[in-house]
Nanobody
């Protein structure tokens, strides 16, 4: 079993910054992809940013030039630095990981419990 534990959410004024962290623990061989999704009230969950084990990244258009995703493979931890936050960024942010459990088992997806980010105008 794999657990993802998030931290760093909170309330911030528009234009401010927050940093989210997510640490993976449990028994697994490696983590292929780690990233962040978010879900605002009444909306579907959407991609924010992901980073692969090799370091390549993908960002949602709304996150480009404002958010930076990074990863510490030794700590199995992913970070999301969010700058220039806007009220539209208000959502629950979910950590995501695609995990390879063993050479003989297929990879599985895991989700964190969610971290609330609220940006006031």
């Amino acid at each position: 079993q794999v657990q993802l534990v998030e931290s760093g959410g909170g309330l911030v004024q528009a234009g401010g910054s927050l940093r989210l962290s997510c640490a993976a623990s449990g028994t697994f061989l490696s983590i292929n992809v780690m990233g962040w999704y978010r879900q605002a009230p009444g909306k579907q969950r959407e991609l924010v940013a992901v980073v692969r084990s090799g370091g390549s990244t993908n960002y949602a258009d709304s996150a480009k030039n404002r958010f930076t995703i990074s990863r510490d493979n030794a700590k199995n931890t992913v970070y999301l630095q969010m700058n220039s936050l806007e009220p539209e960024d208000t959502a629950v942010y979910y950590c995501y990981a695609n995990v390879r459990r063993s050479p003989s088992l297929r990879s599985l997806e895991y989700w964190g419990q969610g971290a609330q980010v609220t940006v006031s105008s």
